[in-house]
Protein backbone atom coordinates (compact mmCIF):
# COMPACT_ATOMS: atom_id res chain seq x y z
CA UNK A 1 0.00 0.00 0.00
CA UNK A 2 1.75 3.16 -1.14
CA UNK A 3 1.61 6.60 0.74
CA UNK A 4 -0.89 7.96 -1.69
CA UNK A 5 -3.05 4.87 -1.39
CA UNK A 6 -3.07 5.21 2.45
CA UNK A 7 -3.73 8.68 2.18
CA UNK A 8 -6.57 8.96 0.05
CA UNK A 9 -8.12 6.27 2.17
CA UNK A 10 -7.36 8.33 4.83
CA UNK A 11 -8.95 11.48 3.20
CA UNK A 12 -12.22 9.11 2.08
CA UNK A 13 -12.76 7.00 5.81
CA UNK A 14 -13.52 10.54 7.58
CA UNK A 15 -15.39 12.13 4.33
CA UNK A 16 -17.78 9.25 4.73
CA UNK A 17 -18.05 10.34 8.34
CA UNK A 18 -19.12 13.95 8.03
CA UNK A 19 -15.40 15.68 7.79
CA UNK A 20 -14.74 18.07 5.20
CA UNK A 21 -11.87 17.69 3.21
CA UNK A 22 -9.08 20.35 3.74
CA UNK A 23 -5.72 20.75 1.91
CA UNK A 24 -2.58 21.63 3.14
CA UNK A 25 -1.73 24.85 4.23
CA UNK A 26 1.78 25.92 3.11
CA UNK A 27 5.07 25.45 5.11
CA UNK A 28 5.32 29.03 5.59
CA UNK A 29 2.61 29.91 8.31
CA UNK A 30 0.31 32.04 7.76
CA UNK A 31 -0.08 35.27 9.72
CA UNK A 32 2.10 33.42 12.36
CA UNK A 33 4.73 35.47 13.56
CA UNK A 34 6.01 32.73 16.11
CA UNK A 35 7.17 30.20 14.21
CA UNK A 36 9.42 30.05 11.02
CA UNK A 37 7.45 26.84 9.73
CA UNK A 38 4.15 24.56 9.87
CA UNK A 39 5.74 22.08 11.90
CA UNK A 40 2.42 20.31 12.71
CA UNK A 41 -0.59 19.66 11.32
CA UNK A 42 -2.53 21.34 14.24
CA UNK A 43 -0.82 24.58 13.81
CA UNK A 44 -2.82 26.37 11.07
CA UNK A 45 -6.05 25.46 13.29
CA UNK A 46 -5.26 26.77 16.28
CA UNK A 47 -7.05 29.58 15.49
CA UNK A 48 -10.20 27.38 15.20
CA UNK A 49 -9.77 24.85 18.56
CA UNK A 50 -9.57 28.25 20.25
CA UNK A 51 -13.66 28.76 19.59
CA UNK A 52 -12.98 30.61 15.91
CA UNK A 53 -15.46 29.32 13.93
CA UNK A 54 -14.09 27.05 10.69
CA UNK A 55 -16.04 27.73 7.63
CA UNK A 56 -16.08 24.44 6.57
CA UNK A 57 -17.62 23.25 9.62
CA UNK A 58 -17.17 21.24 13.24
CA UNK A 59 -15.85 17.67 11.44
CA UNK A 60 -12.55 18.64 9.52
CA UNK A 61 -9.69 16.05 7.80
CA UNK A 62 -6.49 16.76 5.95
CA UNK A 63 -3.11 15.59 5.52
CA UNK A 64 -0.49 18.48 5.71
CA UNK A 65 2.88 19.29 4.63
CA UNK A 66 5.26 19.90 8.35
CA UNK A 67 9.33 20.44 8.22
CA UNK A 68 10.70 20.73 11.54
CA UNK A 69 14.30 22.23 11.56
CA UNK A 70 15.00 20.96 14.58
CA UNK A 71 15.64 17.48 13.58
CA UNK A 72 18.07 18.27 10.94
CA UNK A 73 21.19 17.00 12.90
CA UNK A 74 18.54 13.62 13.83
CA UNK A 75 18.35 12.68 10.38
CA UNK A 76 20.59 9.72 9.39
CA UNK A 77 18.59 7.02 11.29
CA UNK A 78 15.92 4.91 9.59
CA UNK A 79 12.90 6.60 11.42
CA UNK A 80 13.64 10.78 11.51
CA UNK A 81 13.08 13.02 8.51
CA UNK A 82 12.50 16.84 8.45
CA UNK A 83 9.82 16.86 6.00
CA UNK A 84 6.42 14.90 6.71
CA UNK A 85 2.88 14.63 6.10
CA UNK A 86 0.53 14.27 9.03
CA UNK A 87 -2.56 13.11 8.95
CA UNK A 88 -5.21 14.89 10.65
CA UNK A 89 -9.24 14.95 11.72
CA UNK A 90 -10.66 17.45 14.04
CA UNK A 91 -14.08 17.27 15.84
CA UNK A 92 -14.71 20.98 17.15
CA UNK A 93 -17.36 20.96 19.64
CA UNK A 94 -18.72 17.68 18.48
CA UNK A 95 -18.00 13.93 19.00
CA UNK A 96 -15.22 13.01 21.35
CA UNK A 97 -13.27 10.01 22.76
CA UNK A 98 -15.82 7.24 21.72
CA UNK A 99 -16.34 8.09 18.38
CA UNK A 100 -12.52 9.20 17.51
CA UNK A 101 -10.87 6.01 18.96
CA UNK A 102 -13.62 3.57 17.22
CA UNK A 103 -12.82 5.15 14.40
CA UNK A 104 -9.06 5.27 14.25
CA UNK A 105 -8.91 1.69 15.51
CA UNK A 106 -11.87 0.90 12.39
CA UNK A 107 -8.97 2.79 10.12
CA UNK A 108 -6.03 1.69 11.04
CA UNK A 109 -7.00 -2.29 11.09
CA UNK A 110 -9.16 -2.68 8.81
CA UNK A 111 -8.45 -0.09 5.99
CA UNK A 112 -4.60 -0.05 6.52
CA UNK A 113 -4.95 -3.62 6.85
CA UNK A 114 -2.57 -3.69 10.49
CA UNK A 115 -2.22 -7.18 12.74
CA UNK A 116 -4.26 -5.44 16.00
CA UNK A 117 -1.98 -7.74 18.01
CA UNK A 118 1.17 -5.55 16.88
CA UNK A 119 -0.95 -2.68 17.85
CA UNK A 120 -0.43 -0.37 21.72
CA UNK A 121 -1.55 2.32 23.04
CA UNK A 122 -1.00 4.70 25.87
CA UNK A 123 -3.18 6.84 28.04
CA UNK A 124 -2.73 9.78 30.85
CA UNK A 125 -2.51 8.22 33.99
CA UNK A 126 -3.82 11.04 36.12
CA UNK A 127 -2.75 13.57 38.58
CA UNK A 128 -4.33 14.28 41.70
CA UNK A 129 -2.36 16.99 42.66
CA UNK A 130 -3.93 18.94 39.64
CA UNK A 131 -6.92 17.28 39.77
CA UNK A 132 -7.52 15.75 36.45
CA UNK A 133 -8.54 12.13 36.69
CA UNK A 134 -6.79 8.99 34.69
CA UNK A 135 -8.67 9.09 31.32
CA UNK A 136 -10.69 5.83 32.38
CA UNK A 137 -13.17 6.76 29.29
CA UNK A 138 -10.20 6.52 26.52
CA UNK A 139 -9.44 2.99 29.06
CA UNK A 140 -12.53 1.63 27.96
CA UNK A 141 -13.45 2.86 24.77
CA UNK A 142 -9.70 1.01 23.94
CA UNK A 143 -10.58 -2.13 25.43
CA UNK A 144 -13.45 -2.86 23.39
CA UNK A 145 -12.19 -2.26 20.16
CA UNK A 146 -9.76 -4.56 21.24
CA UNK A 147 -12.15 -6.96 22.64
CA UNK A 148 -13.81 -6.82 18.79
CA UNK A 149 -11.06 -8.27 17.31
CA UNK A 150 -10.37 -10.81 20.36
CA UNK A 151 -7.45 -8.86 21.79
CA UNK A 152 -7.57 -8.53 25.70
CA UNK A 153 -6.46 -5.46 26.30
CA UNK A 154 -4.99 -5.26 30.07
CA UNK A 155 -3.91 -1.76 31.70
CA UNK A 156 -0.11 -2.50 31.66
CA UNK A 157 0.51 -4.07 28.70
CA UNK A 158 -1.63 -3.00 25.65
CA UNK A 159 -2.46 0.00 27.36
CA UNK A 160 -0.04 1.65 29.23
CA UNK A 161 -0.31 4.71 31.34
CA UNK A 162 2.21 7.41 31.14
CA UNK A 163 2.24 11.47 33.15
CA UNK A 164 1.50 14.28 31.72
CA UNK A 165 4.86 14.34 30.62
CA UNK A 166 4.09 11.74 27.70
CA UNK A 167 0.47 12.30 27.25
CA UNK A 168 -0.96 15.69 27.43
CA UNK A 169 -1.09 18.52 25.13
CA UNK A 170 -1.13 22.27 25.10
CA UNK A 171 0.56 25.07 23.15
CA UNK A 172 2.75 25.69 26.28
CA UNK A 173 3.26 21.32 27.33
CA UNK A 174 2.83 20.07 30.10
CA UNK A 175 -0.13 21.32 32.69
CA UNK A 176 2.01 23.02 35.02
CA UNK A 177 3.33 25.49 32.47
CA UNK A 178 0.04 26.31 30.63
CA UNK A 179 -1.07 29.96 31.30
CA UNK A 180 -4.86 31.07 32.84
CA UNK A 181 -6.97 30.68 29.92
CA UNK A 182 -5.12 28.04 27.92
CA UNK A 183 -7.01 24.90 26.56
CA UNK A 184 -5.20 21.41 26.64
CA UNK A 185 -6.29 17.73 27.34
CA UNK A 186 -5.00 14.20 28.10
CA UNK A 187 -3.82 12.57 24.49
CA UNK A 188 -3.40 8.81 23.70
CA UNK A 189 -1.04 7.82 20.96
CA UNK A 190 -0.69 4.45 19.36
CA UNK A 191 2.16 2.57 18.84
CA UNK A 192 3.17 -0.37 15.97
CA UNK A 193 5.54 -3.18 17.88
CA UNK A 194 8.05 -4.44 14.43
CA UNK A 195 8.80 -7.39 17.49
CA UNK A 196 11.09 -8.47 19.61
CA UNK A 197 12.79 -10.42 16.68
CA UNK A 198 14.18 -7.80 15.13
CA UNK A 199 16.56 -7.48 17.52
CA UNK A 200 16.29 -3.27 17.76
CA UNK A 201 16.25 -3.11 21.57
CA UNK A 202 19.36 -6.05 21.62
CA UNK A 203 21.38 -3.70 19.01
CA UNK A 204 20.75 -0.32 20.05
CA UNK A 205 22.27 1.88 22.88
CA UNK A 206 19.34 1.37 25.27
CA UNK A 207 19.90 -2.49 25.35
CA UNK A 208 20.99 -1.86 29.03
CA UNK A 209 17.80 -0.30 29.83
CA UNK A 210 14.12 -1.53 30.07
CA UNK A 211 12.48 -1.29 26.43
CA UNK A 212 8.88 -0.27 26.49
CA UNK A 213 6.56 1.70 23.71
CA UNK A 214 7.92 5.01 24.42
CA UNK A 215 11.46 3.85 24.42
CA UNK A 216 14.16 5.18 21.87
CA UNK A 217 15.49 2.03 20.64
CA UNK A 218 12.93 1.69 17.48
CA UNK A 219 11.33 -1.18 18.16
CA UNK A 220 8.28 0.67 18.45
CA UNK A 221 7.05 3.59 16.42
CA UNK A 222 4.21 5.81 17.27
CA UNK A 223 1.99 6.32 14.34
CA UNK A 224 -0.52 8.28 15.63
CA UNK A 225 -2.05 10.51 18.90
CA UNK A 226 -5.38 11.41 19.54
CA UNK A 227 -5.85 14.39 21.34
CA UNK A 228 -9.02 15.02 23.44
CA UNK A 229 -9.41 18.84 24.52
CA UNK A 230 -11.52 19.16 27.49
CA UNK A 231 -10.08 21.36 29.63
CA UNK A 232 -8.92 25.32 30.54
CA UNK A 233 -6.83 26.34 32.82
CA UNK A 234 -8.04 28.84 36.14
CA UNK A 235 -6.18 30.54 38.50
CA UNK A 236 -6.80 27.28 40.62
CA UNK A 237 -6.76 24.73 38.64
CA UNK A 238 -8.46 23.50 35.93
CA UNK A 239 -12.06 23.53 34.35
CA UNK A 240 -14.07 21.75 32.10
CA UNK A 241 -14.35 23.74 28.40
CA UNK A 242 -17.68 24.18 26.99
CA UNK A 243 -16.22 23.24 23.90
CA UNK A 244 -14.82 19.39 23.68
CA UNK A 245 -12.53 19.10 20.74
CA UNK A 246 -10.40 16.27 19.00
CA UNK A 247 -7.33 16.73 17.17
CA UNK A 248 -5.96 13.55 15.67
CA UNK A 249 -2.16 13.67 14.29
CA UNK A 250 -1.01 10.61 12.18
CA UNK A 251 2.44 10.29 10.74
CA UNK A 252 1.81 8.97 6.61
CA UNK A 253 5.05 7.83 6.56
CA UNK A 254 5.04 6.38 9.83
CA UNK A 255 1.48 4.27 9.28
CA UNK A 256 3.70 3.24 6.06
CA UNK A 257 6.37 1.80 7.30
CA UNK A 258 4.08 -0.28 9.98
CA UNK A 259 2.16 -1.28 6.72
CA UNK A 260 5.46 -2.27 4.94
CA UNK A 261 6.56 -3.96 8.78
CA UNK A 262 9.85 -2.64 8.19
CA UNK A 263 11.14 -0.10 10.72
CA UNK A 264 13.34 1.93 7.49
CA UNK A 265 11.38 4.86 6.71
CA UNK A 266 13.75 5.08 3.81
CA UNK A 267 12.44 2.02 1.90
CA UNK A 268 8.73 3.07 1.87
CA UNK A 269 7.40 4.30 -1.99
CA UNK A 270 7.92 8.14 -0.66
CA UNK A 271 11.67 7.57 -1.35
CA UNK A 272 12.14 5.39 -4.14
CA UNK A 273 12.10 6.93 -7.17
CA UNK A 274 14.36 8.90 -5.58
CA UNK A 275 16.90 6.18 -3.66
CA UNK A 276 16.98 4.63 -7.27
CA UNK A 277 18.26 8.02 -8.90
CA UNK A 278 20.57 8.35 -5.46
CA UNK A 279 21.99 4.96 -6.19
CA UNK A 280 22.85 5.84 -9.95
CA UNK A 281 24.37 8.89 -9.40
CA UNK A 282 26.10 7.88 -6.31
CA UNK A 283 27.30 3.95 -7.44
CA UNK A 284 26.40 3.01 -4.20
CA UNK A 285 23.58 0.62 -2.97
CA UNK A 286 21.11 1.55 -0.12
CA UNK A 287 21.04 -1.26 2.35
CA UNK A 288 20.80 -0.37 6.41
CA UNK A 289 23.48 -2.07 7.38
CA UNK A 290 25.83 -0.23 4.81
CA UNK A 291 28.90 2.14 5.51
CA UNK A 292 27.18 4.35 3.11
CA UNK A 293 23.64 4.26 4.29
CA UNK A 294 23.77 7.52 6.90
CA UNK A 295 25.02 9.54 4.24
CA UNK A 296 22.09 8.71 1.94
CA UNK A 297 19.38 9.23 4.05
CA UNK A 298 20.27 12.64 4.70
CA UNK A 299 20.71 13.31 1.41
CA UNK A 300 17.05 11.51 0.54
CA UNK A 301 15.40 13.24 3.26
CA UNK A 302 17.28 16.95 3.02
CA UNK A 303 16.53 17.33 -0.84
CA UNK A 304 12.71 16.24 -0.17
CA UNK A 305 11.95 18.76 2.27
CA UNK A 306 14.28 21.78 -0.02
CA UNK A 307 11.75 20.44 -3.02
CA UNK A 308 8.72 21.46 -0.80
CA UNK A 309 10.46 24.33 0.81
CA UNK A 310 11.08 25.79 -2.47
CA UNK A 311 7.80 24.95 -3.90
CA UNK A 312 6.46 26.83 -1.71
CA UNK A 313 8.09 29.79 -2.21
CA UNK A 314 11.14 29.56 0.57
CA UNK A 315 14.29 29.84 -1.97
CA UNK A 316 17.61 29.45 -0.35
CA UNK A 317 18.90 32.32 1.36
CA UNK A 318 21.22 34.20 4.30
CA UNK A 319 17.90 35.04 5.95
CA UNK A 320 14.99 33.22 7.90
CA UNK A 321 13.10 30.16 6.32
CA UNK A 322 16.07 30.58 3.41
CA UNK A 323 18.61 29.85 5.57
CA UNK A 324 17.26 26.44 6.67
CA UNK A 325 16.61 25.43 2.48
CA UNK A 326 20.04 26.37 2.12
CA UNK A 327 21.30 24.33 4.91
CA UNK A 328 19.47 21.40 3.65
CA UNK A 329 20.84 21.93 -0.05
CA UNK A 330 24.66 22.21 1.20
CA UNK A 331 24.30 19.61 3.71
CA UNK A 332 22.96 16.94 0.77
CA UNK A 333 26.22 18.39 -1.05
CA UNK A 334 28.26 17.68 1.73
CA UNK A 335 27.49 13.79 2.05
CA UNK A 336 27.10 13.69 -1.96
CA UNK A 337 30.81 14.32 -1.43
CA UNK A 338 31.50 12.13 1.03
CA UNK A 339 29.93 9.50 -1.38
CA UNK A 340 32.13 10.34 -3.85
CA UNK A 341 29.87 12.74 -6.15
CA UNK A 342 31.47 14.90 -7.51
CA UNK A 343 28.93 16.44 -10.12
CA UNK A 344 25.83 18.22 -9.84
CA UNK A 345 23.07 15.88 -8.50
CA UNK A 346 20.31 17.70 -6.64
CA UNK A 347 18.03 18.08 -9.33
CA UNK A 348 18.39 14.64 -10.60
CA UNK A 349 17.42 13.44 -6.72
CA UNK A 350 14.57 16.27 -6.52
CA UNK A 351 13.20 15.57 -9.93
CA UNK A 352 12.17 12.07 -8.94
CA UNK A 353 10.61 13.75 -5.80
CA UNK A 354 8.42 15.69 -8.17
CA UNK A 355 7.30 12.57 -10.04
CA UNK A 356 6.55 10.87 -6.57
CA UNK A 357 4.48 13.69 -5.67
CA UNK A 358 2.76 14.61 -8.39
CA UNK A 359 -0.66 13.57 -8.14
CA UNK A 360 -0.81 14.72 -4.70
CA UNK A 361 0.87 18.31 -5.02
CA UNK A 362 0.70 19.37 -8.75
CA UNK A 363 1.88 22.49 -7.87
CA UNK A 364 5.19 21.05 -7.60
CA UNK A 365 5.18 20.04 -11.08
CA UNK A 366 4.09 24.03 -12.24
CA UNK A 367 7.08 24.80 -10.47
CA UNK A 368 9.34 22.29 -11.44
CA UNK A 369 11.64 24.77 -13.98
CA UNK A 370 12.15 26.99 -10.30
CA UNK A 371 13.10 24.43 -8.26
CA UNK A 372 15.18 22.61 -10.22
CA UNK A 373 17.30 25.32 -11.14
CA UNK A 374 17.52 26.80 -7.96
CA UNK A 375 19.00 23.53 -6.33
CA UNK A 376 21.44 23.88 -9.73
CA UNK A 377 22.51 26.51 -8.69
CA UNK A 378 23.03 26.72 -4.79
CA UNK A 379 24.36 23.25 -5.33
CA UNK A 380 27.06 25.22 -7.78
CA UNK A 381 27.51 27.73 -5.10
CA UNK A 382 28.28 25.48 -2.08
CA UNK A 383 30.97 23.43 -4.89
CA UNK A 384 32.73 26.50 -4.97
CA UNK A 385 32.56 27.63 -1.58
CA UNK A 386 33.86 23.59 -0.63
CA UNK A 387 36.25 24.09 -2.81
CA UNK A 388 37.73 27.17 -1.02
CA UNK A 389 36.81 25.76 2.38
CA UNK A 390 39.06 23.02 1.69
CA UNK A 391 42.07 25.26 0.49
CA UNK A 392 41.62 27.22 3.98
CA UNK A 393 41.81 24.10 5.74
CA UNK A 394 45.14 23.19 3.66
CA UNK A 395 46.11 26.97 5.04
CA UNK A 396 45.14 26.67 8.41
CA UNK A 397 47.21 22.99 8.87
CA UNK A 398 50.42 24.40 6.89
CA UNK A 399 50.29 27.60 8.73
CA UNK A 400 49.82 26.19 12.74
CA UNK A 401 50.30 22.61 12.33
CA UNK A 402 46.72 21.77 13.92
CA UNK A 403 43.49 22.64 13.05
CA UNK A 404 41.62 23.54 16.47
CA UNK A 405 38.07 23.62 17.69
CA UNK A 406 37.38 27.60 17.14
CA UNK A 407 39.18 26.96 13.47
CA UNK A 408 36.82 24.51 12.73
CA UNK A 409 33.85 26.98 14.09
CA UNK A 410 34.98 29.72 11.50
CA UNK A 411 35.07 27.10 8.69
CA UNK A 412 31.95 25.94 9.53
CA UNK A 413 30.47 29.24 9.82
CA UNK A 414 32.81 30.97 6.84
CA UNK A 415 32.61 28.30 4.08
CA UNK A 416 29.89 26.04 5.16
CA UNK A 417 32.38 24.01 5.85
CA UNK A 418 30.57 21.10 8.37
CA UNK A 419 32.10 19.76 11.26
CA UNK A 420 32.20 15.90 10.35
CA UNK A 421 34.52 17.09 7.07
CA UNK A 422 36.87 19.01 9.20
CA UNK A 423 36.92 15.95 12.02
CA UNK A 424 37.69 13.75 9.00
CA UNK A 425 40.05 15.87 7.37
CA UNK A 426 42.34 16.48 10.70
CA UNK A 427 41.94 12.56 11.69
CA UNK A 428 43.77 11.50 7.87
CA UNK A 429 46.37 13.53 9.09
CA UNK A 430 46.78 11.41 12.17
CA UNK A 431 45.41 14.45 14.94
CA UNK A 432 42.00 15.26 16.25
CA UNK A 433 40.03 18.43 16.92
CA UNK A 434 38.64 19.15 20.22
CA UNK A 435 34.86 18.65 19.58
CA UNK A 436 33.74 20.89 22.78
CA UNK A 437 35.33 23.49 22.13
CA UNK A 438 33.53 23.92 18.38
CA UNK A 439 30.28 23.35 19.89
CA UNK A 440 31.06 26.13 22.83
CA UNK A 441 31.51 28.29 19.53
CA UNK A 442 28.60 27.04 18.23
CA UNK A 443 26.30 27.37 20.84
CA UNK A 444 27.20 31.25 20.94
CA UNK A 445 26.55 31.50 17.55
CA UNK A 446 22.99 29.77 18.24
CA UNK A 447 21.99 32.17 21.57
CA UNK A 448 23.19 35.05 19.21
CA UNK A 449 20.86 33.74 16.27
CA UNK A 450 18.02 32.52 18.46
CA UNK A 451 18.12 35.72 20.44
CA UNK A 452 17.65 37.77 16.87
CA UNK A 453 14.71 35.40 16.29
CA UNK A 454 12.82 35.92 19.33
CA UNK A 455 13.60 39.57 19.57
CA UNK A 456 12.13 39.55 15.96
CA UNK A 457 9.10 37.42 16.00
CA UNK A 458 8.18 38.12 19.49
CA UNK A 459 4.62 39.95 19.92
CA UNK A 460 3.44 39.35 16.30
CA UNK A 461 0.36 39.40 14.86
CA UNK A 462 -0.71 36.04 17.42
CA UNK A 463 -0.97 38.92 20.08
CA UNK A 464 -3.71 40.57 18.25
CA UNK A 465 -3.48 43.78 19.80
CA UNK A 466 -4.67 46.59 18.00
CA UNK A 467 -1.39 48.16 16.34
CA UNK A 468 -1.18 44.61 15.39
CA UNK A 469 -4.07 44.72 13.68
CA UNK A 470 -3.70 48.05 12.00
CA UNK A 471 -0.65 46.70 10.41
CA UNK A 472 -2.32 43.65 9.48
CA UNK A 473 -4.84 45.70 7.81
CA UNK A 474 -2.33 47.60 5.75
CA UNK A 475 -0.76 44.98 3.91
CA UNK A 476 -3.84 44.58 1.97
CA UNK A 477 -3.98 47.85 0.82
CA UNK A 478 -0.05 47.38 0.12
CA UNK A 479 -0.51 44.37 -1.67
CA UNK A 480 -3.08 45.89 -4.09
CA UNK A 481 -0.79 48.75 -4.27
CA UNK A 482 1.86 47.18 -5.89
CA UNK A 483 0.26 45.16 -8.02
CA UNK A 484 -1.72 48.59 -9.48
CA UNK A 485 1.95 49.92 -9.83
CA UNK A 486 4.22 46.96 -10.74
CA UNK A 487 2.01 44.59 -11.79
CA UNK A 488 -0.05 41.42 -11.66
CA UNK A 489 2.94 39.44 -11.16
CA UNK A 490 3.42 40.24 -7.36
CA UNK A 491 1.98 37.73 -5.28
CA UNK A 492 2.36 37.41 -1.67
CA UNK A 493 4.76 35.51 -0.26
CA UNK A 494 4.13 36.03 3.11
CA UNK A 495 4.40 38.26 6.27
CA UNK A 496 5.88 39.03 9.50
CA UNK A 497 3.49 41.71 11.95
CA UNK A 498 4.59 43.33 15.04
CA UNK A 499 3.00 46.40 17.03
CA UNK A 500 6.27 48.43 15.99
CA UNK A 501 6.33 47.37 11.64
CA UNK A 502 5.04 45.28 9.00
CA UNK A 503 7.14 42.81 7.11
CA UNK A 504 5.51 42.01 3.66
CA UNK A 505 7.07 39.17 1.05
CA UNK A 506 6.14 39.48 -2.81
CA UNK A 507 7.57 37.73 -5.99
CA UNK A 508 9.06 40.42 -8.12
CA UNK A 509 12.10 40.12 -10.16
CA UNK A 510 14.02 43.35 -9.79
CA UNK A 511 14.85 46.11 -7.73
CA UNK A 512 11.84 48.53 -7.03
CA UNK A 513 12.66 52.32 -8.45
CA UNK A 514 12.18 55.23 -6.15
CA UNK A 515 9.12 56.52 -8.50
CA UNK A 516 7.60 53.29 -7.95
CA UNK A 517 7.86 53.25 -4.20
CA UNK A 518 6.65 56.50 -3.76
CA UNK A 519 3.76 55.55 -6.09
CA UNK A 520 2.87 52.63 -3.79
CA UNK A 521 2.64 55.28 -0.52
CA UNK A 522 0.85 57.73 -1.90
CA UNK A 523 -2.00 54.85 -3.13
CA UNK A 524 -1.92 53.38 0.17
CA UNK A 525 -2.27 56.70 1.95
CA UNK A 526 -4.77 57.81 -0.21
CA UNK A 527 -7.18 54.87 0.59
CA UNK A 528 -6.64 55.44 4.79
CA UNK A 529 -7.26 59.37 3.71
CA UNK A 530 -10.51 57.90 2.14
CA UNK A 531 -11.34 56.09 5.45
CA UNK A 532 -12.74 53.34 3.88
CA UNK A 533 -14.80 50.60 5.53
CA UNK A 534 -13.50 47.28 5.98
CA UNK A 535 -15.73 44.30 5.98
CA UNK A 536 -15.51 40.93 5.12
CA UNK A 537 -18.42 38.13 3.79
CA UNK A 538 -18.26 34.39 3.13
CA UNK A 539 -18.49 33.23 0.12
CA UNK A 540 -17.20 30.38 -1.55
CA UNK A 541 -13.86 29.86 -3.56
CA UNK A 542 -15.42 30.22 -6.98
CA UNK A 543 -17.71 32.57 -5.96
CA UNK A 544 -14.35 34.55 -4.48
CA UNK A 545 -12.41 34.08 -7.74
CA UNK A 546 -15.10 35.12 -9.69
CA UNK A 547 -15.60 38.25 -7.71
CA UNK A 548 -11.78 39.23 -8.38
CA UNK A 549 -10.25 38.11 -4.57
CA UNK A 550 -6.87 36.87 -4.00
CA UNK A 551 -5.35 35.17 -1.25
CA UNK A 552 -2.39 34.38 0.21
CA UNK A 553 -0.70 30.83 -1.06
CA UNK A 554 -4.39 30.56 -2.73
CA UNK A 555 -3.25 26.95 -3.75
CA UNK A 556 -4.56 25.54 -0.28
CA UNK A 557 -8.19 27.10 -0.64
CA UNK A 558 -8.56 25.34 -3.74
CA UNK A 559 -10.09 21.75 -1.92
CA UNK A 560 -12.05 23.63 0.82
CA UNK A 561 -15.22 23.74 -1.46
CA UNK A 562 -17.69 25.40 1.08
CA UNK A 563 -17.51 29.19 2.62
CA UNK A 564 -14.36 31.19 3.18
CA UNK A 565 -13.94 34.58 4.22
CA UNK A 566 -13.02 37.05 2.25
CA UNK A 567 -12.39 41.09 2.95
CA UNK A 568 -12.73 44.18 1.16
CA UNK A 569 -11.84 47.24 1.47
CA UNK A 570 -14.26 49.93 -0.33
CA UNK A 571 -17.38 50.19 -0.43
CA UNK A 572 -20.65 50.59 -3.60
CA UNK A 573 -20.16 54.17 -3.16
CA UNK A 574 -16.32 55.14 -3.32
CA UNK A 575 -15.87 51.51 -5.44
CA UNK A 576 -14.22 48.24 -4.17
CA UNK A 577 -10.21 48.85 -3.71
CA UNK A 578 -9.27 45.37 -2.07
CA UNK A 579 -10.78 41.93 -1.79
CA UNK A 580 -8.67 39.64 -0.38
CA UNK A 581 -8.80 36.01 1.34
CA UNK A 582 -7.78 36.21 4.93
CA UNK A 583 -8.62 34.90 8.07
CA UNK A 584 -6.83 37.40 10.25
CA UNK A 585 -8.21 40.91 12.22
CA UNK A 586 -8.56 44.07 10.98
CA UNK A 587 -9.67 47.46 11.55
CA UNK A 588 -13.12 48.92 10.44
CA UNK A 589 -11.82 51.81 8.55
CA UNK A 590 -8.73 52.57 6.68
CA UNK A 591 -8.87 56.27 8.15
CA UNK A 592 -7.33 54.33 11.64
CA UNK A 593 -4.65 53.42 10.34
CA UNK A 594 -2.49 56.89 10.35
CA UNK A 595 -0.09 57.63 7.69
CA UNK A 596 1.78 54.63 6.03
CA UNK A 597 5.40 54.72 4.96
CA UNK A 598 8.17 52.16 3.48
CA UNK A 599 11.24 52.14 5.14
CA UNK A 600 12.99 49.62 2.99
CA UNK A 601 13.03 47.43 -0.31
CA UNK A 602 15.05 44.42 -0.42
CA UNK A 603 15.93 41.28 -2.36
CA UNK A 604 15.33 38.12 0.29
CA UNK A 605 15.48 35.44 -2.10
CA UNK A 606 15.77 34.90 -6.10
CA UNK A 607 12.12 36.59 -7.54
CA UNK A 608 11.18 37.52 -3.52
CA UNK A 609 11.57 41.43 -2.77
CA UNK A 610 10.89 42.37 0.87
CA UNK A 611 9.32 45.61 2.01
CA UNK A 612 9.32 46.91 5.85
CA UNK A 613 7.22 49.47 6.65
CA UNK A 614 5.30 51.37 9.42
CA UNK A 615 2.03 53.73 10.44
CA UNK A 616 2.95 57.15 12.14
Not at 118 to 146: C, H, K, P, S
Request: hydrophobic content about 35%; proline content about 3%.
Amino acid sequence: MTIHEIRQRYLDFFAARGHAILSSSSLLPENDPTTLFTGSGMQPMIPFLLGETHPQGRRLVDSQKCFRAVDIDEVGDNRHTTFFEMLGNWSLGGYFKVEQIKWMFEFLTREVGLDPKRLYVTVFQGNDELGIARDDEAIRQWQEQFASVGVDAKVGERILLYPEKKNWWSRSGAPDKMPIGEPGGPDSEMFWDFGAQRKLHENSQYKNEPCHVNCDCGRYVEIGNNVFMEYKKVVDGFELLPQKNVDFGGGLERIAVAKLDDPDIFMTDAFSLARVALEGVSGKVYSSDSDEVYAMRVILDHLRAAVFLIGDGVSPSNKDQGYFTRRLIRRAVRFGNELGVKDDFCSKIADAYIETYKSAYPDLVSSRDKILSELVAEEGKFRHSLDKGLREFEKLFATKGTVEGVDAFNLYQSYGFPWELTQELVGEKGQSVDKKIFEEEFKKHQDLSRAGSQKKFAGGLADTSEQSTKYHTATHLLHKALRMVIGDCVEQRGSNITPERLRFDFSFQRKMTGDEIANVESIVNEQIKNDLPVQFEMLSVEGAKKRGAIGLFEVKYEKLGNQIKVYTIGDDKRGVFSMEICGGPHVEQTGELGHFRILKEEAVASGIRRIKAVLE
